[in-house]
């Protein structure tokens, strides 16, 4: 007995219907990343692992899917190391390349490279899939787009602002009116660290914060006590736990700490912009727990949530860099970028009913199909619809009536354009409204009037 055929777990397969909403999305977010000046690169699906490894953490590193070597290259794993059970560096022996985890690092591998022939700051945008070997679960994918838009080459804060802006504006745009953007800064988090002594193990610190959006924090505070001996763990907890904490009460902290002063001064040149301005059509909110675990996040981080849905996780995330391009010998390029969450985007959107009904058209008109005599009268008519932006569908074949109205309505078109022997002689053409029931005759001659009675849609 033969077994229905599937896709890897963790992959999907996308049907029309669902295509044309996730290019509704799409279309919004280029057409805004045009708007705030950023240009469209790509870059390939695999890099080398060099590129890749040691740029996310541990945790990243891990999750990365590596490609076998090919041809002769296979015998140089290292069998040794196998036997010896020292996986990653038989992995290592055996695979050159790896599917990339994110879009940030190819980016900066892409600048370092083209250096020459770009001009700075560089803004650039990128929709593109990732990979990443992680357990699949609801709004968690292990292939899945990502949509990024980043500055390299400036180290103002005007692009904090500037992306924070064109978050809003996307997801306004997208319907959106309970989004809160969540910002903190790594030297805060770093001033964090040496606050409690834990200051020679920062990113082990940063990762296990990173925890506090999905576990208790009693958690995350043991945690921190068995990696790091003799931490303060109580003034952690402290600060932590206070729900009022602000970035005034925590210049009182930092006193002693000029790179987390710094940081606090940065968000608070942002947020005070921000208030000024008085255009951002969602909230902003200051979140000392926000951490965002990717070690190459050296300055402001950002990541954006929905109010009224916590379960779905985070639909957007990005922040400033400013050594990332150095890994690839070009130093002192600051960078920042944001990167929006296409797939979690679109199941908010489906849960919220947000995506517009005329999504739900495959096309705006089905020609109905009486036989190739008439279909050849009417190719004329056919073509001047396409030409002014109708999606028109030529029946295939002459079968009953009923069975090609049964397959508009399933495809929810607006009209059924019919010519048959009596239509044909009068050199007419019948309009029906597929959604009303009404019908109306026009002259095939008189194009504009037939365009006029298709504008209920």
């Known amino acids: 007995m033969s077994k229905t055929p599937s896709n890897p777990k963790g992959t999907r397969d996308f049907l029309p219907s669902e295509l044309s909403k996730r290019n509704y999305i799409l279309d919004i977010l280029k057409k805004n990343f045009q708007l705030f000046g ?15 490894l040691g740029k996310y ?3 990243g590193d891990r999750l990365i899917f590596k490609i076998l070597n090919s041809g002769d290259k296979v015998k140089k794993a290292d069998l040794n190391a196998l036997k010896k059970n020292k996986l990653l560096e038989f992995t290592n022996s055996i695979s050159e390349k790896g599917l990339r985890y994110d879009l940030t690092v190819p980016l900066a591998r892409f600048v370092a490279q083209h250096q020459n022939d770009i001009i700075f700051p560089f803004k650039r945008f990128q929709i593109q899939n990732v990979w990443r070997a992680d357990r699949p679960q609801h709004g968690r994918f292990q292939e899945f787009t990502q949509c990024d838009a980043d500055v390299i080459g400036s180290n103002s804060i005007i692009q904090e602002i500037e992306l ?19 910002i903190n800064h ?18 082990d610190f940063i990762s296990i914060i990173d925890k506090l959006d999905k576990t208790r924090l009693d958690l995350v505070i043991k945690e921190i006590k068995d990696l790091i001996e003799d931490v303060s763990v109580s ?28 940081g606090l001064n940065d968000l608070s040149s942002i947020l005070e912009f921000i208030y000024l301005d008085n255009s951002l059509n969602n909230e902003i909110r200051f979140d000392l727990t926000l951490a965002r675990g990717i070690n190459y996040y050296t300055g402001t ?17 990005g922040g400033r860099y400013d050594d990332l391009t150095t890994l690839f010998n070009m130093k002192n390029t600051s960078g920042v970028g944001i990167s929006f969450g296409l797939d979690r985007i679109y199941l908010l959107m489906e849960e919220k009913n947000l995506f517009p009904e005329y999504l739900e058209n495959s096309f705006d008109i089905i020609i109905i199909n009486f036989g190739i005599k008439y279909l050849k009268k009417i190719f004329p008519v056919i073509d001047m619809f396409r030409k002014n932006n109708k999606k028109v569908f030529v029946y295939p074949d002459e079968v009953k009536l009923n069975k090609q109205f049964s397959y508009a309505n399933k495809h929810n078109a607006s009209f059924a354009i019919i010519m048959g022997e009596d239509e044909f002689n009068k050199d007419e053409i019948l309009v029906k409204n597929l959604t009303e029931g009404s019908q109306l005759i026009y002259p095939i001659s008189k194009l504009d009037s037939i365009l006029l009675g298709l504008k209920r849609d």
């Open 164 to 182: 924070i802006k064109l978050y809003d504006k996307v997801f306004t745009e997208l319907g959106f009116n309970d989004i809160v953007f969540k």
């Open 38 to 52: 950023f240009s469209q690169i790509e870059t390939p699906a695999l890099e080398k692992n060099t590129t890749l």
């Open 301 to 317: 981080i950002i990541e954006v949530s929905s109010k009224s849905n916590s379960r779905i996780g985070s639909l957007g995330g």
């Open 57 to 59: 953490g541990s945790e």
């Open 186 to 203: 790594r030297l805060i988090l770093k001033g964090l660290a040496d606050y409690i002594g834990a200051e020679n193990k920062l990113n």
């Open 235 to 262: 003034k952690l907890k402290n600060l932590l736990e206070d729900k009022t904490i602000t970035i005034d009460k925590l210049s009182i902290f930092f006193i002693d700490f000029p790179e987390a002063k710094k």
